[in-house]
């Protein structure tokens, strides 16, 4: 019967929840640009507040970039540990948004209403999904589900770089039974899922120099190589015809997918028309012999994220640049190295710069792919859970995105994770007028009261 009351004090406690949330909202925590290092900061001190006006013992901790927040509730049962992050992307191009990117507001929409505003669905609003839901437990039975850690991370969006010495340096504090990880999606249009298969990252931005500095391109243009034409050969020449990737070793490692889980992704039925079709497209671009969803879940890509040089103002400037540039990242699977990847991208661009121009290499992070084990019963028991909340049953499904600290945690802490969210693919995670659906919230707070509930 307490459960009945915890979703009862949900349903009428929303509106204060979402006030909550705005104001965390409000927070510009970009942790990729340092401009924004205080706001990180202002949301990981928030976010501690928050956790010790619950009960927890709770404190932000410094690492070399942004802090961490770390609390701890005591109690009996089963030890839970709930991670997610309270860094954003960057709010560019900001001429794109409907209003200001930390002006949070409800807007009305033909699907629904909305939360919008950066970070609402990824991670701020997913991450208060669970502290919600602790508070309406608080409220009810007098004591947080315990015992239970609390792990937010503040540079999540840009490659973890504190988070391994973090966890390494503090491996008691962080070690619990299971892992909870509230940073992924529904399926399609409102199915509840548990991911179980993430891919990794491997980021690389890469200067070419050609001449000395900037040229005027009727006197020197024809006669001295212009970089950017160097970047764009190399670029082009990253995927084959049949949108293979073409750095030499770059599969080698890379395994089929068991029968049994491409069985089972052909029966989720993925709309692969409709999913191009909301985007606008029609033709899927990669690997010709693949199916769209084992594409994104279970396959290698490459992709430039950006491409900049030479002269990009208002009206035209006949330069031949000095420098060319571009931020590319690889998406992994399990069985690639991303060190090993890292060190044969670049051992390609080599063989491809021309002997009087140079190129320089910045690393950006990375992170392992992984694949989670769900022999532990409670991915059965939060999976029944989430089918009684959302009326469907729940999927096991991978994700094309990356969350490095999934693979970590098994890793470093030898613990599994389940990851359990409720963002929708038309988000628009890290894009312009990003937006996490009210029933999202409302109903993933009642999730997780739901699975605290079947794992107590
Ligand atoms: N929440 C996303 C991961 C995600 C993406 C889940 C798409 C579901 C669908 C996460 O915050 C993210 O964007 N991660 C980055 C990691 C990178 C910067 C190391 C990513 O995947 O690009
Ligand atoms: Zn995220």
Not at 191 to 217: F, N, W, Y
Not at 351 to 373: I, K, L, N, Q, R
């Amino acid at each position: 019967m307490s459960l009945e009351a915890v979703l009862a004090r949900i349903d009428e406690t929303l509106p204060e929840a979402t006030d909550r949330l705005f104001e965390l909202l409000r927070i510009p925590s970009i942790s990729t640009d340092p401009v924004y290092r205080g706001h990180c900061a202002r949301a990981a001190e928030w976010l501690a507040d928050e956790l010790r006006g619950l009960g927890f013992d709770a404190a932000t901790r410094p690492t070399p970039g942004h802090p961490m927040v770390v609390g701890q509730s005591g109690g009996q049962g089963r030890h839970l540990l709930f991670y997610g992050h309270y860094d954003v992307q960057p709010v560019d191009p900001l001429d794109l948004w409907h209003r200001d990117p930390f002006d949070p507001a409800i807007e009305e929409t033909p699907a629904g209403r909305v939360i919008r505003g950066r970070g609402a669905s990824d991670d701020k609003g997913q991450l208060m999904t669970f502290v919600e839901a602790c508070r309406a437990w608080k409220h009810v039975h007098g004591a947080l589900p315990g015992p239970l850690t609390i792990f937010f991370e503040g540079e999540e969006e840009s490659g973890s770089p504190s988070l391994v010495p973090f966890m390494q340096a503090h491996r008691e504090e962080l070690s619990a039974e299971i892992a909870l990880i509230c940073d992924t999606g529904l399926f399609g249009d409102g199915q509840p899922a548990i991911t179980t298969m993430l891919r990794g990252l491997l980021g690389e931005e890469i200067t070419i120099t050609g001449p000395g500095k900037d040229l005027h391109s009727g006197s020197y243009g024809g006669a001295a190589m212009n970089p950017i034409r160097v970047l764009t050969k190399i670029i082009a020449s990253l995927h084959d015809a049949e949108g293979r990737i073409t750095v030499p070793g770059f599969y080698d490692g890379v395994t089929e997918l068991p029968e049994a889980v491409r069985a089972q992704w052909q029966a989720l039925a993925f709309d692969h028309v409709k999913f191009l079709g909301d985007v606008g497209l029609s033709v899927p671009a990669g690997e010709h012999d693949r199916t769209p969803l084992e594409m994104l879940w279970s396959r290698p890509t490459c992709e430039v994220n950006g491409i900049w040089g030479g002269y990009t103002g208002a009206g035209f400037k006949t330069v031949l640049p000095s420098k060319a540039h571009a931020k590319i990242s690889f998406r992994l699977v399990p069985g690639q190295d991303p060190q090993v990847l890292r060190d044969a991208f670049r051992a390609h661009v080599r063989t491809m710069v021309p002997f009087d121009c140079e190129v320089a290499f910045h690393e950006h992070g990375t992170g392992p792919a992984s694949v989670m084990d769900i022999a532990d019963p409670a991915f059965e028991a939060a999976r029944a859970a989430l089918g009684t909340e959302w009326g469907r049953p729940a999927a096991y499904i991978g994700c094309g995105g990356s969350i490095p600290i999934a693979g970590y945690f098994k890793e470093v802490l030898g613990m599994d994770a389940m990851l359990i969210g409720f963002g929708k693919d038309d988000d628009q995670i890290h894009s312009p007028n990003e937006k996490y659906d009210m029933t999202s919230f409302h109903k993933g707070i009642r999730s997780w009261a739901r699975i605290l509930d079947a794992l107590a």
